[in-house]
């Protein structure tokens, strides 16, 4: 997906027109008063069912269930500011006469260390970590013997260098980086021989013994776009926007793995909440497949967009 100059076009549209005021965002000014650690601490509970008796319209009775967690510990002073934050969620789905089914599953970790020369400046030397993966089997329902997914199969990291803008940073922030790593981890041996998530396949015999194994780490150098803004759209509704661009300087540069995320929060009391998001990623190395004309066989379909979304209604707890 050769959409690169799109993207930077992109953000540099959004950095120009997104100033605190226009996004609604309040500039906060407030006494310097020495360096602050600041931890929150985030648990979510969303629930969704549905039951029939006696519909004559038709249905399947089911219940579904999201667990949220997210802590955050942040360091600030006059010229560094260090953000850090562990997420987790977990989904399950359980629909009348069939299996109990994932529906999310993510554990991720994120660092983020800026450095400005001075007090006037908006602009920041910064470092960054990001780290993710699963907790459990993924699989092709209805297909639950075969995982096609697993904890570290797959795992990424980001880690790179780069300059990130934030007027206040701690809502609206523009990031980029000439240097960033990727490694895609897929410490799982018939996933790694099996080439997925865009690592090498193992080489087979005719009678399909492995001549070598396929690799478990696969590691790329390339260019890192984000922009992320937090806004209140009106009283007791909240948006956060998180999009981020990679692409490798050896393998096909100018092609995309995208991930972008909008989450809509709407607050009915101090606990009770809704939510909407949605989830697009699209990444060129992970490769789709389709039957083959011959019984029984899979041919590769290439890279597709991923999609997601979730509506949701829970309770919230900070602490």
Not at 202 to 223: L, Y
Not at 230 to 251: F, G
């Amino acid at each position: 997906m050769k959409l690169l100059p799109l993207f930077i076009f992109y953000f540099c549209f959004q950095f120009l027109i997104a100033q605190p005021d226009s996004l609604y965002i309040k500039p906060i000014v407030e006494k310097y008063t020495g360096p602050q650690w600041i931890q929150t601490n985030k648990g979510t509970l969303d629930i969704s069912q549905v039951s029939f008796t006696n519909w004559n319209s038709g249905g399947v009775n089911s219940i579904s269930g999201l667990v949220g967690y997210n802590s955050a510990l942040d360091y600030k002073d006059l010229f560094f500011n260090w953000k850090n934050n562990v997420a987790l969620r977990y989904g399950l789905n359980q629909q009348q006469n069939r299996e109990t089914r994932k529906t999310q599953d993510l554990f991720e970790i994120n660092s983020n260390l800026g450095y400005k020369p001075n007090t006037s400046t908006d602009w920041f030397y910064s470092a960054r970590l990001n780290f993710r993966t699963q907790l459990a089997k993924g699989f092709k329902y209805p297909n639950t013997e075969d995982p096609i997914s697993k904890i570290l199969a797959p795992g990424y990291l980001f880690l790179g260098m780069g300059m990130e803008y934030g007027k206040n940073i701690d809502k609206l922030s523009f990031y980029f980086s000439p240097m960033t790593l990727k490694t895609t981890f897929v410490l799982d041996e018939d996933l790694a021989n099996a080439g997925s998530f865009g690592v090498a396949p193992a080489i087979f015999d005719a009678n399909g013994n492995v001549i070598s194994p396929g690799e478990q780490i696969r590691t790329e150098f390339g260019i890192l776009l984000t922009n992320s803004y937090e806004m209140e759209v009106v009283e007791n509704i909240n948006v956060k926007n998180e999009i981020s661009v990679y692409s490798d300087y050896i393998n096909n540069f100018g092609n995309l793995d995208l991930d972008w995320r909008i989450d809509f929060d709407f607050k009915v009391n101090s606990f009770v909440r809704a939510s909407f998001g949605s989830h697009i990623r699209y990444d060129d190395d992970v490769k789709t497949q389709r039957p083959s004309k011959i019984e029984g066989e899979v041919v590769e379909a290439g890279a597709k967009v991923q999609w997601k979304q979730f509506l949701g209604v829970g309770f919230a707890v900070d602490f």
